[in-house]
């Protein structure tokens, strides 16, 4: 019996994790899918939002401005890229104007620091690539980028070295409560647990509303991206919004925390919360906005385009704390669309206390620092990357030629606790199959390995997970299946 | 302790056809001190998995595998003593010629070469720069990828397969996955040509009665987490789809054939001048890059149709590195080489007018299909020469030869444009 079961690793859930392993406490963290941050925490603008967006005293103003101002320190600690790059929304009419006073107010409200509003000589010296139609723009100094998913294992690996379980391939099919026990079904038997927090994304009001009689709606909400090549230099050096429309904060182009260009996303209700599929209007929607805030938009340097889905809750608020309704020793943390990401620790470090609290959970005496994570070889000097191949000949094996990801910093992803499974999760773990040729030259050798350290047949090997299977058959067993078909 | 940079005359980057030839070259051009580096555990590069025959009919006049034809250079270079390194990969070249690899034998090793070859080939252009919409699930590789697995991992990466891309790689990976009993339902292409060779149609698509689709393209896929199937449409001719033409296809692989893209990274480190059209260097009749001494050929210059030609042009790589390593400095003038009508990417893109004349092959694609046509050499505006071509198509590299008597002709002129026109030119 766990005395706290996290449903959903995404960022929230692994927050979360990393929070209440600072208790003395059985805490476990069920996931549906392969790996963490497989649903929007792995697709998203990856921003750290100023705080400036959410109406004063919601939930969301709350836990963006709070969570914000706890990234840098965190992501220090952790070693996730993160970068205080600053912000611009982008105003092309005087009723842009108005609008962009109003987000002023509303985020000196909030209490972020440093907002004021620049003209357009300003903005064109700041951003020379910006749109000289642009008449004025809201400057968010605060406003940062950090790698999403990296943050997310991050958090997961700091959780499991100080003791939480992560349970993968664990869809939950029910939960109900008796006898004071919270019991969640699974593909893999019961489960058992004292108190259960349900961060389960866009799955999260299904689960809700089997245990709370005041049900919810969470509504799916695609956004599409463009991603362009590293080798491109982002034509801005700051996050670029436009002014917000009713369907969220509209398309941005940023850099990534790891300095590519990014473009998007667009914005669509959709069914299915796992319909993560790009659409052809929905790119052309990207690029069309794009071209407001960079007119020489071009997509000649893309290497990939993603969508992820964000839980959009019907209230239009995060919904965070016991659920209601329900019984006792339940709690959520749902609803986390944008600013999700930013929120995500502050949303942790109150939830989680409140749930430490309730079950009169110790604080453990003693809590690993974060291991820090391999310096990448690509970012090491020639004396680093000289010593690392004395420490470690599988150093001096590169496997991924264009983000220059070494044998070394595979096999680590792999045997680390929380470590990676599958051709992706090594991806997201090292960069491998990031680059340009998007993992035409390194699959077949990061599924070597996998197989090495898994102990398992490449036919095992999968993309990301279930029957993303990547062979299907030894040469020997197709053609013979094939000769039986004639 | 001692410097442990190692001293090189000629440094080959990348032990595949290109630079086998290369250090072949050069060392016959009698140079003692030359290390060529190769990434993989091999020499031979792509040609490795190139098991299908059709290599070597200009070179050597019969038809070999790739790995067959890769072993002769090989069996060569040992001969002659080369010093081929395997298993290290380079990291940077930098524009004095300061050469950084590692291996998993030695760490980081730096090299101080006197010439340096640039032969790392070419990628092939993968998915995420097409932007195909639709899900991002397993079943979709490059064609060169499928290639790998089958014919050196011995895997099947689908049964039920659409290509996308008549590129020869794709075209030739329609017969081999229909020889192992894979079903390919179609070789799918935006161009209303084909960019592969003439005689790959023929074997790899007609022999097997698997259709091409010209002006067609995939767009959008399916499956969650396998693929499950796509959907092909007829593009117009600004190459955008036609509703209404959609045909939907079930099958669990989808192979990319979309194009290769010269791998300059190295390059662009070392300050070389890349092209926007060949995306390779800029080099000169002698290969020799806008760095003096760093030299390039084969595909990592520009992308070929037949290795025959790379290796001839590495050889002229390796011999031209040879003697800039030796102190042999060509001096000269400089004759801008220009694509004209219909002509994209030729190479070289200059040439130095010498004392000693020396016969130089341009080298270009077609932009499209002509037929009956005239390839025709200008100096300034004058035609040099102007000869009648039954076909010329953008999936076989033009060569054209510029003998001594045509070099003669241009020693005074400002430049040199190479064109494709309707009529004889005079």
Known sequence: MYDVMIIGAGVVGCALARKLSQYNGKIAVLEAAEDVADGASKANSGIVHAGFDAKPGTKKAYYNVKGANMYAQLAKELGVPYNPIGALVLGFSEEDRATLNTLLEQGKKNGVKE???????????????????????LLAPTSAVVSPYEMTLALSYHAAQNGVEFIFDCPVTKIYEEHDTWHVETPKGVIEARAVINCAGVGAAALHNQISDEPLTIIPRRGEYYLLDSTVKCPFSRTMFQVPGKMGKGVLISPTAHGNALLGPSAENIEDGTDTRTTRQGLDFVLDKCRLTWPKVTTRPVITTFSGVRAHPATDDFIIGPVHGAPDNAFEAIGIESPGLSAAPAIAEELGEMVAEHLKLPAARFVRPAVPLLKPFAAMTEEERSDACRKDADYGRIVCRCEVVTEAEIRDAIRRPVGAKSIDGVKRRTRAGMGRCQGGFCSPRVMEILCEELHCSPLEITKCGGESKLLVGTLNEIAKEAERHE | MNDPTIQVEVLVIGAG?????????????????????????????ILRQCIHNGFGLHRFKEELTGPEYAQRDIDTAKEMGIDIRTGVTVLSVGNDKRVTAVSRENGLQVYQAKSVVLAMGCRERPRGALAIPGTRCAGIYSAGTAQKFVNLEGFMPGRKVVILGSGDIGLIMARRMTLQGAK????????????????????????YNIPLYLSHTVIDIHGKERLSGVTVAKVDENRKPIPGTEIEFECDTLLLSVGLIPENELSAGAGVELSPVTSGAVVSDTLETSV??????GNVLHVHDLVDHVSNESFRAGEMAARYAKGERREGREIPVKDGAGVRGVVPQKIVVEER???????FRPDRVYRDHYLTVYADGKPLSSAKKMILTPGEMVVQPMNEKMLAACKDAKEITVAITAEKAV
């Open chain 1, 115 to 137: 907002l004021r509003i620049i003209e357009r000589d300003e903005i064109l010296a700041l951003e020379p690539n910006t749109n000289p139609e642009a008449v004025c723009a």
């Open chain 2, 17 to 45: 056809p290109a630079g086998l030839a290369a250090a072949i070259a050069a060392k016959k051009a009698g140079v003692d001190s030359l290390i060529v580096l190769e990434r993989e555990d091999r020499p031979g590069g």
């Open chain 2, 292 to 297: 003096p001494g760093i030299f390039a050929c």
């Open chain 2, 184 to 207: 390919v339902l179609a070789c799918v292409e935006l161009m209303p040509y084909s960019s592969g060779l003439n005689r790959n149609i023929v074997q790899c698509l007609q022999d």
């Open chain 2, 357 to 363: 004349l020396t016969e130089v092959n341009l080298m």
